[in-house]
T-cell receptor
Framework: DVKVTQSSRYLVKRTGEKVFLECVQD?????MFWYRQDPGLGLRLIYFSYDVKMKEKGDIPEGYSVSREKKERFSLILESASTNQTSMYLC???????????FGPGTRLTVT | GENVEQHPSTLSVQEGDSAVIKCTYSDSASNYFPWYKQELGKRPQLIIDIRSNVGEKKDQRIAVTLNKTAKHFSLHITETQPEDSAVYFC???????FGGGTRLMVKP
């Protein structure tokens, strides 16, 4: 089975802090994704990566950056956390474009 | 980019009834349409998907239909059971734009 893990299930940070969320997949998938999930808004794509060191902006990249130095690891960075970034963050991976995405358990981030 | 709208946002049915969730999309180039189920406190998981060269696909009590001309696709669940209660998300395009989700409640 594909396993996607995220570094934290719950995280509380203060406004202005730099925040790192890490995602690791163990199935040699090409694509990795970061979403945020808010009630009524579904899953909104922040960034995705289709190869090591490659990244593309999603629908809501403002205030976020990403890093993919190794194929199995995809990091989401909040350079200066703000309260409107309080949300559930989900990482996902897929073998190639247009195939099933496998999701991590999510990180619930609270920025105070 | 792609835009996906999903309706209804909430749906309540009696056990044994059918449930239908509908999605529309905007990009005629989209060719992959998956449906994910997210139970409370858990991660989304794929339950069924369809590609643009197919009009309908079934898997036991679940079916998905696709109308490319009208740019809409639907999830059909028959003989609903309490364990079908969850949030369901549709998605479209190769990079997956998701709909807003439907909370399905199946009353015993």
């Amino acid at each position: 089975d594909v396993k996607v893990t995220q570094s934290s299930r719950y995280l509380v940070k203060r406004t202005g802090e730099k925040v790192f969320l890490e995602c690791v997949q163990d199935m040699d998938h090409e694509n990795m994704f970061w979403y945020r999930q808010d009630p009524g808004l579904g899953l909104r794509l922040i960034y995705f990566s289709y190869d090591v060191k490659m990244k593309e902006k999603g629908d809501i990249p403002e205030g976020y950056s990403v890093s993919r130095e190794k194929k199995e690891r995809f990091s989401l960075i909040l350079e200066s956390a703000s309260t409107n970034q309080t949300s559930m963050y989900l990482c996902a991976s897929s073998r190639v474009t247009g195939t099933e995405q496998y999701f991590g358990p999510g990180t619930r981030l609270t920025v105070t | 980019g792609e835009n996906v709208e999903q309706h209804p946002s909430t749906l309540s049915v009696q056990e044994g009834d059918s449930a239908v969730i509908k999605c529309t999309y905007s990009d005629s180039a989209s060719n992959y349409f998956p449906w994910y189920k997210q139970e409370l406190g858990k991660r989304p998981q794929l339950i069924i998907d369809i590609r643009s060269n197919v009009g309908e696909k079934k898997d036991q009590r679940i079916a998905v239909t696709l109308n490319k001309t009208a740019k809409h696709f639907s999830l059909h669940i028959t003989e609903t059971q309490p364990e079908d209660s969850a949030v369901y998300f549709c998605a479209a395009s190769n990079m997956l734009t998701f709909g807003g989700g439907t909370r399905l409640m199946v009353k015993p």
